[in-house]
Every structure is written in structure tokens, then in C-alpha cells.
């Protein structure tokens, strides 16, 4: 039972690159939620999902799109990387909504330049 | 965004000292957490609290749920080295007819041998 796993670990883009980063869980989750964490900034959230095929925007949507074709996998994209988009990024995953536990990936940190 | 008010940011403390750290907010909320996340990985479920005015313990972690619903506090007891890390608070409230959740932006503990 791996719990939540994300793909990859690092990575560097330039500005204007584009790339998708993979989350997974084997723990037959609903929800699963895309965050990033800057210094002093805690978490924020990015986008969501409540189940397969669905997404939702969170906090701070804005130059980023996911996809949740699979219940075990929700993918985060970045279409045209921006140097503000450097952060680490966290996905977690949780039963249901109300009084549930999220449980989080390793996290991702991706520097763009 | 919404952030829940975290104090202090940081600390440092002699190894057995007990710690103690908050979280407020202008908003009620239904639920708080506790999480710890370690250099290099996510962010881990320490304690969860369902009512006003419960309070739990796990080890020598002890948190309470505020009365007023817009606050919790976290207690570490007779710290050890492994302590070390930063600690979210994360409150679950409704918002726009979907339950979620606002993060602190977390309180980085150092404690010192």
C-alpha cells in the first residue's frame, strides 16, 4: 500500500515549457486536491476533484489545468511554465469531504527559469 | 487567499522543554487539524478534532478544538530531537456549499540537543 505517490520528485523547466505532473493513490479515494507551498505561504489550493472525471477550481487556479480521468490518478498541468509557478507542490487525496483526513503525497519542486 | 493565522512562525526550544503553538481565525469552522510535515516529504496527520471545546491527545501531543470555533491550540510535551519539523493547522469549514479546507501557515520548530 503505497498511499499517495507523485511523479516526478524535481524538475527544472524554462519559462514558457510545458509539463505534467502525476499523482496516484491506491487507497480508492473520491478526493484528491493539487496544492503549492511557498515560504511563509503554507498551502494553497490549486484544483480539485470529487470524484472521476470531475475538477474544480481551488485558491489559486490561474495558469495551471488537471485532469482526473481515473479515480487513482490526477494529473496537474502546466501549459506555458512562469517563474512564479517555482514551488513545491503537494497532492493529497481523502475518503470523502466532511470530517476526513487528506493524506499527502512527497511532494514535487519544480523551479522554473 | 485565506490563510488561518499560525503563531509563533518559528521557534527554538531545548530538548525536554514543552511547546505550544495556536491557530486563529475571524471564521468558525467545523473541523481542525493538526499536521507535521518533515524536511523533504508531506505534510502527516498529527491530530483531528470534531467539536468545540474537545480535546485530544496523541502521545505527548495534546490539541484543542476552541470553544468559540475560531481557534485551536497544539501542545508538545518534553520535546525530543525528532520533534523537528514544521506544524499546519488546517481548519474545514463550508464555504460556497463545498466543505474546505484553509492551512496556517505553520509554525517551523527547531529543538536544540
Known amino acids: 500500500n503505497a498511499g499517495v505517490t507523485q511523479t516526478p520528485k524535481f524538475r527544472v523547466l524554462k519559462t514558457g515549457q510545458s509539463m505534467t505532473l502525476l499523482c496516484a493513490q491506491d487507497m480508492n479515494h473520491e478526493y484528491m486536491y493539487w496544492y503549492r507551498q511557498d515560504p511563509g505561504m503554507g498551502l494553497r489550493l490549486i484544483h480539485y476533484s470529487v470524484g472521476e472525471g470531475t475538477t474544480a477550481k481551488g485558491e489559486v487556479p490561474d495558469g495551471y489545468n488537471v485532469s482526473r480521468l481515473k479515480k487513482q490518478n490526477f494529473l496537474l498541468g502546466l501549459e506555458s511554465a512562469a517563474p512564479s509557478q517555482t514551488s513545491v507542490y503537494f497532492c493529497a487525496s481523502s475518503y470523502g469531504q466532511l470530517y476526513n483526513e487528506q493524506f499527502f503525497g512527497p511532494g514535487t519542486r519544480l523551479t522554473v527559469l | 487567499g485565506q490563510q488561518l493565522n499560525q503563531s509563533p512562525q518559528s521557534m527554538f526550544i531545548q530538548e525536554g522543554e514543552d511547546v505550544s503553538m495556536n491557530c486563529t481565525s475571524s471564521?468558525?469552522?467545523?473541523?481542525w487539524l493538526w499536521y507535521k510535515q518533515d524536511p523533504g516529504e508531506g505534510p502527516v496527520l498529527l491530530i483531528a478534532?470534531?467539536?468545540?471545546?474537545e480535546l485530544t491527545s496523541n502521545g505527548r501531543l495534546t490539541a484543542q478544538f476552541g470553544i468559540t470555533r475560531k481557534d485551536s491550540f497544539l501542545n508538545i510535551s518534553a520535546s525530543i530531537p525528532s520533534d523537528v519539523g514544521i506544524y499546519f493547522c488546517?481548519?474545514?469549514?463550508?464555504?460556497?456549499?463545498?466543505?474546505?479546507?484553509?492551512f496556517g501557515t505553520g509554525t517551523r520548530l527547531k529543538v536544540l540537543a
Open positions: 478534532l470534531y467539536k468545540a471545546g
Open positions: 471564521s468558525i469552522f467545523n473541523t
Open positions: 488546517a481548519g474545514q469549514r463550508l464555504i460556497s456549499g463545498t466543505y474546505k479546507y484553509i
